[in-house]
């Protein structure tokens, strides 16, 4: 992709104060006119965001609706009247989560149409590189490296877990029984990194890595011989960074194998909808996400959850939360921008917060100011759910963990 320099579209940007009258006899002078520099995607009265997700593809179904948990934060700021009377004016790009397709997709999103930023959910990270070179703020789930290394780059849930990570996961398997641990990813990028931390979290939790399987297919496919590795294995563990239906097709094996493991942590697991569809082929199994557990009695949470069953909108899939948070990141870096917002000035300001908490939704504060990795530190807890009679229940609190070095292996 060429140097979005050459996609920019500048807009002058003037805001004209209202005039202000006195009393009955004398008119006050109107306050002379506030003049902004002009800024790529801004105007008097709108801010231009992205949206880039997979909307199709083999893991589209994984991401369904972030765009919606995007979209209710951004309505919410836009009844209010906006930031500094400015609407934010949102737009969805389908990259497939496809690295050869997504440079082009940045490439329209910034260049040809024009957007000042970016709010992103995909595990391709192909446009990063320019996206970093023009300063462009992008906000977003931390499921890719860039969010860990380009000062432009916001996880929302805090720095990925790629160089340093928790053994949080890891800690919830071994509390359950289980010691014998398979961790089966998917191929992309993204999902084979988690792979990586949660391979290397087991043995700093006294866990024994017994099984990798970093090539699981994305949705529903045959994986008898998965099963058969994990039965001849004697894995009694199985910690998976790969999208809901993989698992599915692995924990049916199983099941057609009547072999059973003690204890199963899998994305998207607790989605009601998804449990009426597996039956009991998900009892036992633990799930977390960036979010507190939406059954959790919280103002935030309840708010969010009938704001999007309002909007008939499933709240419990994976991603809505996330887009929600990430969108409240957008939210909150473009008020310390101030009034006249440039993307250094929201960079540099949300660089410094320590104590992002996600609308209410994220377990525990989030810093963005540099600490373990240039982007601040990863979660160091997580909070989970597990299926009991086909019920997601939420454990009392979030489970914490370790934090450290994933190449090493060392506690940090």
């Known amino acids: 992709m060429k140097n979005s320099k050459k996609f920019a579209v500048l807009a002058g940007i003037t805001i004209a104060a209202g005039a202000v009258m006195g009393g009955p006899a004398i008119a006050a002078k109107a306050p002379a006119p506030v003049a902004c520099a002009a800024e790529p995607g801004i105007d008097a009265k709108t801010i231009k965001v992205a949206v880039v997700m997979p909307r199709t593809g083999p893991v589209a179904p994984f991401y369904v609706a972030f765009d919606s948990g995007v979209q209710l934060r951004v309505d919410q700021e836009n009844s209010k009247g906006g930031i500094f009377g400015r609407k934010i004016v949102l737009t969805t790009y389908d990259d497939q989560s496809n690295g050869q397709l997504q440079p082009a997709v940045g490439a329209k999103a910034i260049g040809a149409d024009g957007n000042w930023g970016m709010i992103i959910a995909s595990g391709a990270e192909t446009m990063f590189p320019t996206l970093k070179a023009d300063n462009v703020p992008v906000v977003g789930p931390a499921n890719t ?78 994986a008898t011989s998965i099963a058969l590795r994990i039965k001849q294995e004697g894995v009694d563990g199985i910690l998976f960074t790969a999208v809901t239906d993989t698992g599915i097709s692995v924990l049916q094996a ?12 899998l994305p998207g697991a607790t989605d009601p909808a998804v449990l009426k569809q597996v039956g009991n082929l ?65 960079i540099s300001n949300t660089r410094k917060i320590t104590n992002f908490n996600g609308g209410g939704l994220i377990p525990a504060p989030i810093s963005f100011a540099p600490g373990l990795t240039p982007n601040g530190d990863p979660a160091k807890c997580a909070w989970f759910m597990q299926v009991k009679n086909s019920q997601a229940i939420a454990d009392p609190g979030p489970t914490c963990g370790k934090l450290f070095d994933v190449k090493s292996g060392k506690l940090v």
Do not use: H
């Open 145 to 222: 490296n860039p969010f860990g290394t380009d000062r432009n780059a916001f996880g929302a849930s805090g720095a990925p877990a790629f160089t340093v990570a928790s053994t949080a996961g890891a800690e919830k398997l071994k509390a359950a029984g289980a010691k014998k641990i398979a961790v089966i990813n998917g191929v992309s990028a993204s999902s084979n990194a988690s792979g990586n931390s949660a391979w290397a979290s087991l043995p700093l939790a006294g866990l024994e890595q017994t099984l990798r399987i970093a090539d699981a297919p994305a949705g529903a496919f045959d």
């Open 254 to 265: 199983l099941k057609n194998q009547n072999y059973a493991v003690k204890a199963v942590s």
């Open 282 to 346: 998900f009892e036992g199994v633990y799930s977390s996400s960036t979010s507190t557990p939406l059954t959790v009695n919280k103002p935030a949470i309840r708010t969010f959850v009938n704001a999007m069953q309002a909007r008939g909108v499933n709240p419990y899939l994976f991603f809505p939360a996330s887009g929600y948070i990430s969108a409240d990141l957008m939210v909150k870096g473009l008020k310390l921008a101030g009034k006249c917002p440039t993307r250094e000035g929201f």
